[in-house]
């Protein structure tokens, strides 16, 4: 039996910009959606109960910053407090999933893209990143 599809919603989280990106697994297609702020220590819950309202996810994806070693960070601990807190605000399945070199990994697509598409910002696209990582985790149905 095949299960339905999932619309997903995921989130590159920084103490500065949080970046969105939309994806669903029936053909495992993602994209950046958008760079939302985070001001006086908090997210714009607004602006991402909007989005929750828009797409209704099944699942919210939040990337997890580690070093390179694989230890924890101050940031570990903020990315972790915010997929808690959008958990019990939404009442979504939350997923934490390793986020090591994403950003990196946006910024070399940016610099290959052309000028008409470069306004596409980091923050949505490490988060498109981040999605596709999630996805390519999942196991494969027959």
């Known amino acids: ?3 339905r599809p999932l619309t997903l919603l995921a989130f590159d989280f920084g103490t500065r910009r949080i970046g ?3 994806g669903q697994t029936l053909t495992a297609s993602v994209r950046p959606l958008t760079t939302l702020a985070y001001r006086d ?3 714009d819950w ?3 109960s909007t989005l929750i309202r828009e797409w209704q996810p099944d699942r919210l994806v939040v990337g997890l910053p580690l070093h390179m070693d694989g230890s ?3 940031m570990t601990r903020l990315a972790r407090r915010f997929g808690n807190q959008l958990k019990g605000r939404y009442n979504l399945p939350v997923d934490m999933v390793d986020e ?3 950003s990196e990994e946006a910024e070399r697509v940016m610099q290959q893209r052309d000028k008409k598409n470069r306004n596409t910002k980091i923050d949505a696209l490490a988060a498109q990143l981040i999605l596709e990582s999630w ?3 999942q196991p494969q149905e027959p």
Do not use: F, N, Y
Request: a negative charge; glycine letters at 0%.
């Open 1 to 3: 039996m095949t299960s």
């Open 135 to 137: 996805l390519a985790q």
């Open 100 to 102: 090591r070199l994403t």
């Open 20 to 22: 969105v990106a939309v």
């Open 41 to 43: 220590h908090k997210p």
């Open 46 to 48: 607004e602006c991402i």
């Open 72 to 74: 924890e960070q101050e």
